[in-house]
């Protein structure tokens, strides 16, 4: 037996819009971006919706399903009950450009604001050396794909509609990958305070909760990074040596790398042909 499912998608622009109702024909595998590709090709050609992989990998097709932000090529239909229709919206946080396409440029901006990764030279031999543990480190932040779901659902961007003070949550794991790489030689700390914002993140998690590759924004990129902010700028040692201390001395007290080491870590090579990033 063919198996229906009811969509509610809200159609509109920048100017307001409506909820329209369409029913599709479901399948086992099927997932809500199938569904909006059905409502296309038969009911609505000109519903517009933004995608590109169809694989949870371009981060294109962010919106909101039942009120809750997803990624419409990773969720499947059958997660839903097949008895209720299925809500379809925009994400809120961003300008609708027309009906699932909404204007995320805002994000573009704020990326163009992060002074870059500024490696210090190589080693005599040519090579870069980073111990293994920083690597590991960082590296769950390279996951991002930048779907900007995080972005949608944090209430200081979403609520407040703070975006000329705060970066959000995709922007403070990137300030964190270059604030713990090993090689990278810029302080970024007081624009983390001051222009995007760190404090005003009152660690609630939603952001993490949201992540489609699970990376654990709150408790591995912003609660660290909060805490070597509050170490460089409020510790008074520090701040003392960063005032008076020595060339050496400063060098310490505004030292980059203030995570834990493991002492029985080794150094590892990690690039010789290639730049880090
Ligand atoms: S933890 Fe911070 S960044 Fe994440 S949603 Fe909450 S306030 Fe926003
Ligand atoms: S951190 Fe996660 S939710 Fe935020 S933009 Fe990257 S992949 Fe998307
Ligand atoms: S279409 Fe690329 S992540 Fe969904």
């Known amino acids: 037996m063919v198996e229906k499912a009811r969509l509610r998608v809200l159609r509109g622009n920048k100017d307001g819009g409506d909820f329209e109702n369409y029913e599709v024909e479901t399948y086992p595998g099927m997932v809500v971006l199938d569904a909006i590709h059905e409502v296309q090709a038969k009911n609505a050609p000109d519903l517009a919706v933004r995608w590109n992989c169809k694989a949870g990998r371009c981060g294109s097709c962010s919106a909101e399903i039942n009120g809750k932000p997803k990624l419409l090529c990773m969720t499947r239909m059958s997660h839903y009950p097949a008895d209720e229709p299925i809500t379809v919206t925009p994400m ?8 699932l396409v909404t204007d995320v440029s805002w994000n573009f901006k704020v990326a163009k604001k992060v002074p870059p990764f500024a490696p210090r030279p190589r080693d005599k031999d040519g090579h870069y ?6 690597i590991d480190r960082v590296q769950e932040f390279r996951k991002c794909i930048e779907c900007f779901l995080c972005q949608n ?3 200081v961007i979403r609520d407040h509609q703070k975006k000329e003070e705060f970066a959000g949550p995709r922007f403070l794991i990137h300030l964190a990958t270059l604030d713990m790489h090993p090689l990278d030689t810029l302080d970024r700390k007081d624009m983390i305070k001051e222009e995007f914002g760190v404090g005003l993140c009152n660690i609630t998690k939603c952001c993490t909760e949201v992540c489609p590759e699970h990376i654990h924004i709150t408790d591995n990129a912003i609660i660290p990074l909060k805490e ?3 170490d460089d700028r409020y510790d008074p040692v520090r701040w003392l040596l960063r005032k008076v201390g020595t060339k050496d001395e400063r060098r310490k007290a505004t030292s980059k790398d203030t995570g834990p080491k493991r002492p029985s870590e080794t150094a590892a090579r990690v690039s010789t042909s290639k730049e880090p990033s």
């Open 92 to 99: 809120r946080a961003f300008p609708v450009i027309r009906d």
């Open 228 to 230: 070597r902010v509050a």
């Open 153 to 155: 659902v944090c209430h």
């Open 129 to 134: 050396r980073m111990q293994q543990m920083d």
